[in-house]
Structure formats: structure tokens, C-alpha cells
């Protein structure tokens, strides 16, 4: 099997049958329970995603600013003295610890706490968006070509071999770079290049072959077991073997998927933002705030720093998180 | 020329440390030979660069588009060209107003002109050589011509538009340039126009009519770039990341008046973070900045206190400036674009640009003949703008909530501009978004109408040659073309089209008689609002501690000259 992505843990190889004393869900969760650090990294990206999501609260009734207005020539009120947004030679303000630019401003002087949460919005909406792309696809593949085998398994198995044939971040460049400017167009689906689900889709589909390989795998292995043999012997069709037997005993292994692969798509979103190909200008996110303040540091370090950090929280939080919950679920370990 | 600037900045961390790494190597390398070269500065005085003269760093933001001169049309390509090939007319190699002068460069003398203006005849200085040696003729003029011609030099409309025969051997109906004419044996050049140019000089005066030899292959030699004469020659390039700038052994022997033999070798390194290159020209591991670029705001207060003596704001016959589509709405409506003006805060965009911007409203910017001095028609850009009034015209026009496009590249401070903007535009009552494009495929997609078709966006204009001509082909109707569109407003003015049709024809040495006239042309342009100018650029001469500052010359049309870079 070719190995996850860095970053990424290998899920539960199989399912163990549940142990007397209670289902397999309620032992994970008093597995997981028992794990102080998970749900405490857990509780950490939980934060994380209540800050963004109050972004729209703090802008209006806090900083009083959207997170695209531009206040250059403007001047605020700090400790009684009087203050440039931005410098004559364009240099932007600290943070002032107030309620107008708490973290400073960026070189256009907009609010960086106010972008600051828009931004990670955007971000985790894109990486929320891409896990559900690749989960849906990489579901739909997997059991497919392992039950199906054949044919269906050959094409479905080269096609997640193109896509994996390309680095994940090369791949991304080039679709973002491609579908930048004039977005995309299939004619019945048309998203315009600013759209957020357009950075979700690229970033969705381009990690689909490192969940949909170890799906199938898992399929393969679950089609020889007895239980599946009994369903055909009593007559069942494919899709309800797949519905009732197979997909509840891949369960476990999406659950664990999911938070890993959400990590994995928020770091890449970020990437491919500070690269210009995700998330398009003027709109936020970490990544395009990272860009936009590693021309100004030294000198402002805070407009590297404070989406840095927060990109560090969220990735750091979920995949802690689903570290504790591939443990959890994992009788084994 | 549009001023192309530097590539997206996203490599920029890792080249930054690949580069750092790199010059460390090399300067601890060449530690000893670099410091006795140091000492060599006399005998490179007595006229041409040898291979024992210095060798200074020049770092460049951007590529040059082409080093072979019949391609070349950026401001980085002119940079380097025009020391390695020289015309039959060149500029004298002057800072300021002395610098657009021309002067005799290959021919004896500057061409006599027929007086209906239409007929140029040049003499060929006599014993000329090029870089490798072969003998300079006469009929390598016409080659020139007709490589850029052939090869598609970006400026090539001012050879076709204008000489007898060339549109036709352009079109590929002729094997030669019927208009051209030159005598071997004599060294006679005679050029007949089909109507008489004002400027035509200064087109001669362009690397791309810089003479190579006739059995230059007829392909871009980008890699490669062909012989020339001039003082340097172009060696050892490396595509989008270095060049080499070397004497030309037969230069000294040939010692054209005005024109300097160079003190240094050059060695150009393109490095696209700005700041790396700041900080390497501050910490003295390079010795020239690119004028191209910007010192970020974030290091100038170091530049000030610590190389106040090695840097200066250099002004430059350049505008800012931000399109506006008169064939598409909202901008189809005057009102609309008057909003525009209205509305731009010129005080912003010049600290997004770290204080270099003086902000302006005409296109003719200072230092160009024909720049008028009257108010600016929609308020003093220099004071807060008036969005309340602009709101109004977007309301009267009917174009609100339509929406609107906003065009740049990566390049700091043009991102910033297209943010800026966008939100100006979203504050008067238009629907803005932006839409940011690598800097190297810019101008291609914002001048192609036929796919694109650009509502609005950022584009900067710095003079080919003293001539308002040069900046009113961005106006010109005859500009308009579906792809490598240069009139991007897609302006078609008659009052503008007759005007320039009685100006174009002014020789430079009648210039400043219809002065008046440009100055009320580029007033109803103004009033018309088919541009909202951002200001006019000026631009950093930073060069290393062991340069002669002094000496450097920031040349009006090529930026800093190399020829007469030198060590103190």
C-alpha cells in the first residue's frame, strides 16, 4: 500500500470485533475521554472555529471595520497619542491592544485581528469543504473498485494513479494558477474565479487518492469476510451489501480520516493561498495574510506572526484531535 | 514602455536563502581576487572594461522580457541592451534633462532631414567593429530593422507604422525594406518614411535598430545574444537568473565621442524578493538595486540611518495609472469614470508605495514636455478625495452595482493598488473584485480584448523616448488591436485623433513650439476621464558602500548606467 501523506497517520487496519461490556462507539468514548490531551487540543481548535465564526460580531461591534476596508490615510487614538495606520512610507501600525487594530493593521491598514477571523472562516470553511469532497469521492471510489474489482477497480485505481502521480502542492499551483482568472465552467456548473469552493474542490480532489487507496484496501480485505458471504447467500443485492454491511464497518476508518484530512487541507489551503492560487484577493485567509505580511517583516513581523500562530492552532488542535480518535477507535492501541 | 516589474513573490523565501547561500559561497570564494581587482580601477579608465576591471553585482527584480535586442522591450532589457548596442543615434549618457538628448552614435554625425520631413540620411562611422570582430557595414542597419521587424519587437509598430516598406515586409509581402537604403562602400543610410514622425530619431535610437551583423540568424537569440558595438557585450546568460555584462575588447579602439568605455564588469542577478535585495545592497553583498523596485517602507528607516549617503529617490518620466474601459460598462460612462477620479485617494496609493508616488491626475507626467500645470479636474490629488460626489455620478450614471473586475499583478506595491481600488470601487457603489495575474503573463492577458477584454486595472507607463507621442500611443485609436492591445481604455477620441495626427509630425527640435498644444490635449484628457492616474513613480538609486554613488548616472529614459558604475 503506498504509504499516507505527511502528516497523516495510517487508519485502523481493521475492525475488531466489540469486546463484553459495551458497542464499539461507547468504548471509544471512554477511550477518548480518558485522553486528556485530545480533548484538550480538541477544545483548542473548537476555539479556534468559535472565534472565526463570531468574526462578523467583533467587526462590527468591536473594531468597527469590515476585514477589506482600507484605512491608510487614517489615524487612531492609542494611549492618548495619535497614531498613523500607515506610515508616510508605508509601514503599517503594531498592535495597539485596542479595540480598533488589537493586532495592527496590514500595508492597505485594514484591521489584521478583523481579517484575522474572516480569514480563518474562509479557511476553515475551504478546508471544511475540501475534507467533504475527498470524503464523498474518496469513499464512493474506494468501496467501489475493492468490491467491484475488475475493470471497475482498474480504471477507478489508474485514475487516483494520475492524480497521485503529482506532488499534492504542484497539482494544487496548477489548478489554482489555471482556474485563478477565468474560474470554472462545465457549463451546467460555473464558479467564478473569487468563489471559495473553487480553492475547496482543487484542494478536495487532490488529496482523494490517499483516502480512497486505503478505503479499497479495506474493502478488499472486508469482501472475503464471512458476514459479507452470508449477505449474498441470503439473496441480498450489491447495493445493500454495500449499504448495510460494508459502509458500517468502514465507519471507524472515515471517522478517524476526517480530522486528518481536514488538517491536511487547511495546511494546503494555506499553501496554495500564500501562493496566489487558492483563496483570490482581496479576500482573507492565513495563507494570503502570510503572503501579504512576509514582504513587511522584519519590520512588521506581527502581519507573519499572528496568522502563523493561528494556523499553527487549528492544524496543531484537529490533528491532535484525530490522533486521539484514531487511538480511540483503534482497540489495538 | 509598460513597466514590466517582478515575477510573483512566491518563490521568493526559498530563492532568498538559495541566493544568500549562494553569495556567501562565491564572495568567501573570491574573497581575494575581488579585493585586488579593487585596485585595477585605473587602468579600466583609460577606455573599455577588461577582464581584470572590477566586477560589480546589479540585482533586478525582473528578468529582462529578452536580451537579444531585436526582442527586448522591458525596461530591464534597455537597461542592458543599450550599453551593447548602439544605433546610428544614441542618448547622451547624462542624468536629467541632458540625458534625452541624442547624439551621433555609429553614423559620423546626426542625420541630415529633407524638409518634407520624410527622409533621413545617416554616414556610417568608418572602421567600426562589432563584439566578435567582424566588420560593421552599412546594410547591417537594414538587417537590424528588419530582425526587430521579423522577430516581433514589442515597439516594432514605430518601425512599421512609419518606414517605406516595412508594414509590407512585416506582412511578408516583401523580402527587404524598400524604405531603407544603404551603401557599403560609401557607409550612406538613407530611411524614407511614409509621413513625417517627430520622434523617429528617438526610435532609431532604441537597442533594437542597434546594428548586428547581417549573418545574425534570423531566430531570438534570448541565451544568446547576438554581437553588437557598444562598450559591454552581453555574456554567460543564465534565463531568470543571471547575466553577465563584460567589455568589449574592440570598444577602446573605437571610442566614440559621448559615449563611456564603462569602469566595471557587471554581473546581473535577478532576485524577485525585494526585501532580500534591499537588505543585500544595504549589507554591501550587492552593489546596485534594481530602480525598477521598491525599498519596503520596513527597511527604509535602516536605509536612512545607516546608507544615507548611497541612496536617493531618483524621479522618472513614468505614470501610474488605472484603466478604464470605455467600451464596457460601467466605465462606457463618463460618469462612472469621473467617479473614479473622484473618488482615489492618490495620498494612499503613494504610502502603498512607500512614499514614492507623487500623486497626479494627468498622464503627461512631469519631465515630459507637454505635462500641463493647471488644477486637476477632479480635485487636488494630493487631498482626501471626495467619495460623496462620486457616489452621486455612480447613481446618475446607473452603473450601480454593476460589476467590475480590477486587474494587477503579484508585484508589492500593485496588489496592494488592485485591493485599494477594489475597495473604493465597492465604497462608491460598484460590485469590485480583483483579479491578480503572474507578473510575466500580465500585460499579454490585460491587452487581450478578444478573450478578456479588462474593465479596469493598474498599468505603468515609463517614456521609451522624449516625445509625448510615446505616451499618447496609450490613447491612440490606431493602438486598438484584439490581442497586445496597448490602448487599454480602448479610447477612439476624434478630437485626440486629430490632434495627434498635426502633432506626431513636430520634429524634436521643434517640440517645444506646440508644447501649449500637448498641454491642452492632456487636459481634455483629463476632463474626459478615460484614465485615473495614480501619480508619477519616483524611483531608488541604493547602491553598495564601496560604488562611487556620485558618479552613477540615473539616465531619464534607461535607468541607471551601467557605463559609468564604479568602484570609489
Not at chain 2, 523617429?200 to 531566430?219: D, E, H, I, W
Not at chain 2, 554581473?267 to 546596485?288: C, G, M, R, T, Y
Not at chain 2, 519616483?538 to 556620485?550: A, I
Amino acid at each position: 500500500m503506498t504509504p499516507p501523506p505527511p502528516g497523516m497517520k495510517s487508519p485502523p487496519a481493521a475492525i475488531k470485533p466489540p469486546p463484553a461490556g459495551g458497542s464499539p462507539w461507547r468504548l471509544a468514548w471512554r477511550r477518548l475521554a480518558r485522553s486528556r490531551a485530545t480533548l484538550a487540543f480538541g477544545g483548542l481548535f473548537l476555539a479556534v472555529v468559535m472565534l472565526c465564526l463570531l468574526a462578523p460580531v467583533y467587526a462590527r461591534e468591536i473594531a468597527h471595520t469590515g476585514p477589506n476596508d482600507n484605512h491608510i490615510t487614517e489615524t487612531v487614538k492609542v494611549g492618548g497619542k495619535t497614531l498613523e495606520v500607515v506610515s508616510p512610507t508605508g509601514v503599517p501600525i503594531g498592535p495597539t491592544w485596542h479595540s480598533r487594530f488589537f493586532l495592527g493593521a496590514d500595508a492597505n491598514g485594514r484591521d489584521v485581528a478583523v481579517r484575522l477571523l474572516y480569514g480563518g472562516r474562509n479557511s476553515l470553511e475551504v478546508g471544511a469543504l475540501a475534507t467533504l469532497i475527498t470524503m464523498l469521492l474518496a469513499v464512493l471510489i474506494g468501496v467501489l473498485a475493492g468490491y467491484f474489482r475488475g475493470v471497475t477497480d482498474g480504471v477507478l485505481s489508474r485514475l487516483l494513479d494520475v492524480i497521485w502521480a503529482f506532488p499534492p502542492i504542484l497539482l494544487g499551483v496548477a489548478l489554482g494558477v489555471a482556474l485563478a482568472v477565468g474560474g470554472l465552467d462545465l457549463g451546467v456548473v460555473k464558479l467564478h474565479s473569487g468563489s471559495l469552493l473553487l480553492p475547496a474542490l482543487i484542494v478536495g480532489v487532490v488529496f482523494v487518492p490517499y483516502v480512497a487507496r486505503p478505503l479499497r484496501g479495506q474493502v478488499l480485505s472486508l469482501r472475503r469476510r464471512e458476514f459479507i458471504d452470508a449477505a449474498r447467500v441470503q439473496g441480498h443485492g450489491h447495493m445493500r451489501i454495500l449499504a448495510s454491511e460494508l459502509l458500517p464497518n468502514l465507519t471507524s476508518t472515515i471517522v478517524v480520516f476526517i480530522p486528518l484530512m481536514l488538517a491536511n487541507a487547511i495546511l494546503l489551503e494555506a499553501g496554495l493561498s500564500y501562493l496566489g492560487a487558492g483563496v483570490q484577493d482581496p479576500n482573507p485567509s492565513w495563507g494570503t495574510m502570510l503572503a501579504e505580511g512576509i514582504r513587511l517583516t522584519p519590520g512588521a513581523i506581527h502581519l507573519v506572526l499572528v496568522p502563523g500562530l493561528m494556523l499553527v492552532a487549528a492544524v496543531l488542535g484537529v490533528n491532535v484531535f484525530g490522533d486521539g480518535m484514531r487511538d480511540a477507535l483503534d482497540a489495538r492501541a | 514602455m509598460i513597466k514590466r516589474s517582478r515575477s510573483s513573490g512566491w518563490l521568493s523565501p526559498f530563492l532568498a536563502i538559495v541566493l544568500a547561500a549562494l553569495l556567501v559561497a562565491v564572495f568567501s570564494a573570491c574573497g581575494s581576487s575581488s579585493n585586488s581587482s579593487s585596485s585595477t580601477t585605473n587602468a579600466s579608465d583609460a577606455g573599455g572594461v577588461t577582464a581584470s576591471s572590477p566586477t560589480l553585482t546589479v540585482l533586478m527584480g525582473t528578468a529582462p522580457d529578452s536580451l537579444d535586442p531585436a526582442l527586448g522591450a522591458s525596461t530591464q532589457s534597455y537597461e542592458a541592451t543599450w550599453l551593447a548596442y548602439t544605433g546610428l543615434v544614441t542618448y547622451t549618457h547624462a542624468s536629467g534633462a541632458a540625458g534625452a538628448e541624442l547624439i551621433p552614435g555609429l553614423a559620423t554625425a546626426l542625420p541630415t532631414i529633407s524638409a518634407d520631413g520624410k527622409t533621413y540620411t545617416f554616414v556610417l562611422r568608418k572602421g567600426l567593429l562589432y563584439s566578435n570582430g567582424q566588420a560593421v557595414k552599412a546594410s547591417d542597419f537594414a538587417y537590424a530593422i528588419e530582425r526587430a521587424i521579423k522577430l516581433g519587437w514589442g515597439n516594432k509598430q514605430f518601425l512599421t507604422g512609419y518606414i517605406v516598406g516595412a508594414e509590407a515586409f512585416d506582412e511578408g509581402k516583401a523580402h527587404s525594406i524598400s524604405g531603407i537604403k544603404a551603401n557599403d562602400a560609401t557607409g550612406g543610410i538613407t530611411v524614407k518614411l511614409t509621413a513625417p514622425f517627430g520622434p523617429f530619431l528617438n526610435v532609431l535610437a532604441f537597442p533594437a535598430a542597434g546594428l548586428v551583423p547581417a549573418s545574425t540568424p534570423m531566430k531570438p537569440l534570448p541565451n544568446d545574444p547576438p554581437a553588437g558595438v557598444g562598450p559591454y557585450m552581453i555574456t554567460h546568460v543564465v534565463p531568470n537568473q543571471s547575466f553577465d555584462m563584460a567589455g568589449n575588447p574592440h570598444w577602446a579602439a573605437e571610442a566614440i565621442a559621448g559615449i563611456p568605455g564603462g569602469h566595471s564588469n557587471i554581473k546581473v542577478n535577478i532576485v524577485s524578493n525585494n526585501q532580500s535585495a534591499a537588505e543585500q545592497v544595504l549589507n554591501n553583498s550587492a552593489d546596485v538595486f534594481d530602480w525598477n523596485d521598491t525599498v519596503p517602507g520596513t527597511l527604509l528607516g535602516q536605509v536612512h540611518a545607516q546608507a544615507s549617503s548611497r541612496y536617493a529617490q531618483e524621479p522618472t518620466v513614468s505614470t501610474e495609472f488605472f484603466f478604464l474601459n470605455t467600451q464596457a460598462k460601467p466605465f462606457s460612462s463618463q460618469l462612472a469614470r469621473e467617479a473614479v477620479n473622484y473618488a482615489l485617494d492618490r495620498r494612499a496609493l503613494s504610502r502603498l508605495d512607500g512614499g514614492q508616488l507623487t500623486p497626479a491626475c494627468y498622464l503627461l507626467p512631469i519631465g515630459m514636455p507637454g505635462h500641463p500645470n493647471g488644477p486637476c479636474p477632479y480635485g487636488d490629488p494630493s487631498a482626501a478625495p471626495n467619495t460623496t460626489k462620486a457616489k452621486e455620478l455612480i447613481t446618475q450614471s446607473g452603473m450601480a452595482g454593476t460589476s467590475v473586475d480590477v486587474w494587477s499583478e503579484p508585484h508589492p506595491p500593485h496588489k496592494e493598488y488592485a485591493d485599494y481600488y477594489a475597495s473604493v470601487l465597492n465604497a462608491i457603489g460598484l460590485k469590485a473584485t480583483v483579479k491578480i495575474v503572474a507578473a510575466a503573463q500580465y500585460p499579454a492577458t490585460i491587452g487581450n480584448i478578444k478573450n478578456v477584454n479588462p474593465q479596469t486595472g493598474w498599468i505603468a507607463f515609463s517614456q521609451d523616448f522624449p516625445n509625448p507621442v510615446d505616451f499618447y500611443q496609450l490613447l491612440d485609436a490606431e493602438s486598438i488591436s484584439p490581442t497586445e492591445n496597448h490602448n487599454l481604455s480602448q479610447v477612439n477620441d476624434p478630437h485626440i485623433q486629430s490632434e495627434l495626427a498635426s502633432l506626431s509630425p513636430v520634429p524634436a527640435s521643434k517640440l517645444n513650439s506646440v508644447v501649449p498644444r500637448w498641454q491642452a490635449l492632456d487636459e481634455y484628457t483629463a476632463q474626459k476621464a478615460y484614465i485615473a492616474v495614480l501619480g508619477y513613480d519616483n524611483v531608488p538609486k541604493f547602491t553598495s558602500e564601496r560604488v562611487d554613488f556620485g558618479a552613477l548616472v540615473f539616465h531619464p529614459v534607461y535607468g541607471n548606467d551601467w557605463s559609468t558604475l564604479q568602484l570609489k
